[in-house]
């Protein structure tokens, strides 16, 4: 079977047929120039075109044949749906399951396993080490990032045919399509901004990307110094405040606490007609995930001095335990699909 | 009492609107379609033309005034007010920047496909974006719309307006103002009008926009003491695909493939020459001929070889392998279909096909001819689609002067009544069509009316 559900390829089908015999959208992001290159929309070009929507919402209340017209256009909804698609292998509920059960089941564990006396008692700077031992750590994160990068690539692996054009991008095309991916250029409504509440553009949405992308990019660059500290160097942590890593990580968990909430505030207010259900649940999670992370990893950062410590990194750690293990599952993908999907466009549009 | 009162909810309307509230000027603005169907057939629209003697903003190399007006001389046949029109040209140089402080984006110039970025201006997302974001800027400024607001009734003695009554979710309400903008549209969605002027004909016609133009208020402004222009027996009418909808199909119903093969009737006879001049320019007549035919459906046909030449349109092709089977396929005669597809390729001379000029493939000794592009009907599968008029608007309007004002019979103007938008096109389009000019005379017009109309009220 086809991922994608024979009913929701008639849909993009049918939509995509109508919006090429259109074309009055064209100028708004990469979808539209990529549609007219095509006639036929089966569901590769489907996954192609749903990955390459950056979801602003433009496009909805700009069609004149939105429903409630007879023709009952609605490209963003559509596409998000066949985006969730594209890159969904089992049902978000399993997700959701998968990574409260597991951040818990950590959590359980390592409060058993940890004496309650060591849990809460003053540990001197932030001695994490005597509350979870330095080797039990390693094993445990070593276990955390090799399940995500497994599974992300094996959702990536089966799926990647979505995204990926036939021929060879070149080296042009791939700096163009990261290009375009580093500054969201096709989330601003082709200038206009993203639609928010009472479908009013707004460049607010874009902004709160940049904060979460680059605050991420900030925190995972901070650990990799850490790991590097650790492993090559000997350096143990906890770090002092001047140093690299807490300089990074403070930094992307603040811009990840900003843009989160940003996201999370903007997408809970914002029409439901503009996207999929599930494609909404799953970007909540992820931002609830990423901003308890950035959270509970300050708190760590400031009360590492007194007794609240222990448990503070107990719960720091079970949630990026969490964060890791879903990450193959949830929103966290869409980022290596457009990219590829932009990375597609720059090369098709090139020639 | 209300100062300005704004009857319609596209273009025209809101451009009157927002000049008048920005003004100072308190507006109510009646609208008859809810919400979501707001903004007339300026919702359908995707561009508007504009003069400019250098490449500016988005517009590539330079529209000068004078062959602005000489194409609009061409299509009207010189049916055209030229102060009006000059004034409209001239008006349209820096129209754009107006629009882009209320809110209109437009699209980057030479954007892929499109060949028309010397005359036209794209808005970005098309006219409903542009309607929304009018409404926006109205909204800001204070504007009161109404919408599901059906203007039924206007009260005017000696061609002043005193007041108008609308129907809203049943109920009748009046509404006085010292001031009208009438701004509502031709009469395009009214069958029963245009069957007086087509007869039964008219059943059959197919509307591309708004279904809520039913000429209330242009009919009641005549009848309060207006002077009419424009044949009120014309309209614009173009072939579209006639599964199309009945109202509000807009762009994508038309169909491009005409001049690529043959157009046959339903007794599956050629009825006009197909290659008679470049696409654009008889685009307009198609649905006129069709109008004429029996039952007003005509089926444009065409073999592999041309396929992939024109625009792709929203319905797909009725495809089959044989021209009999086509035939039956459309509910023609085989016999009658195949007769004329083999007279026609008979009638075929050799040539060197290019669809850009007006080539010389041409038939020889056949009725009506086919001038240019015709090729051989042979190469399955055959495509047909299936052609009905489609409305695009009607002509008949108020005539007005440079101020936007209704003249009255006796050619004084009203006090108090402006009009802008199709309502008053007539005065500069009288027939015929120049792609992009209806936005341009609705603004301009628009604009105008809405600035007297708040003069009006604040002196
Ligand atoms: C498919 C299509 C594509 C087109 N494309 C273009 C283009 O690209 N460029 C261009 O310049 N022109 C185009 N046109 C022509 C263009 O739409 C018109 O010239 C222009 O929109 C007229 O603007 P308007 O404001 O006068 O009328 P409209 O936009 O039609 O607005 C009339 C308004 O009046 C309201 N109304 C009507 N009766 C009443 C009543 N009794 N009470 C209250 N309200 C009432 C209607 O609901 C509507 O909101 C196109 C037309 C069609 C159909
Ligand atoms: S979304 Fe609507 S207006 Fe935009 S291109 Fe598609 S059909 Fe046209
Ligand atoms: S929602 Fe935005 S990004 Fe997606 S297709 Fe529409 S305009 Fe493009």
Redesign the interface.
Known sequence: MSWLEPSLAAEGARIM??C?????????CAVF?AM?QR?QFGPADLGYLANLCHNCG??L??????P????GVNVPQTLSQIRVASYQLPRRKTVLMLGIASAGLLLLVLLAGTAWTTLFARHDGGAFYEVISHDEMVRLFLFAGAWALVGMGLVFAIRHGVVRGVRRADFGAIRRGWSDALRLVNLGG???GCIEEH??PAQVRRIYHHFVFYGFLSCFLATIVAAFYDNVLGWRAPYPFASLPVIFGTLGGVALLIGCAGLFRLLRERDVALSDKGERGRSMMLLVFLFATAATGLLLLVFRGTAAMGFLLILHLAIVFGLFVTLPYGKFMHGFFRIAALIRFASEQGD | MEDVLVIGGGNAALCAAISAAELGARVLLLECAPKDFRGGNSRHTRNIRCMHDTPVDVLTDAYPEDEYFDDLLRVTGGETDEHLARLTIRSSSDVRAWMAARGVHFQRALSGTLQLSRTNAFFLGGGKALVNAYYRTAERLGVRIVYEADVRKLEMTDGRFLAASYVKNGEAQRVEARVLVAAAGGFESNLRWLREAWGPAADNFLVRGTPYNMGWVLRELIDGGAQMIGDPTQCHAIAIDARSPKFDGGIVTRLDSITLGIVVNKNGDRFYDEGEDLWPKRYAIWGRLIAQQPDQIAYSIVDAKMQRRFMPSVYPPIEANTIPELALALGLDPHALKKTVDEYNLAVEAGTFDHTILDDCKTHYLTPPKSHWAQHLDTPPYWGYPLRPGITFTYLGVKVNEHARVLLQDGVPSPNVFAAGEIMAGNILGKGYLGGIGMTIGTTFGRIAGEGAARYVMA
């Open positions: 047929t109508i090429n015999a259109c074309r009055y959208c064209e100028g708004y120039p007219e006639e433009a496009c209340p700009a069609c004149q044949y939105a409630p017209h007879e023709f082709g200038g206009e479908e009013r």
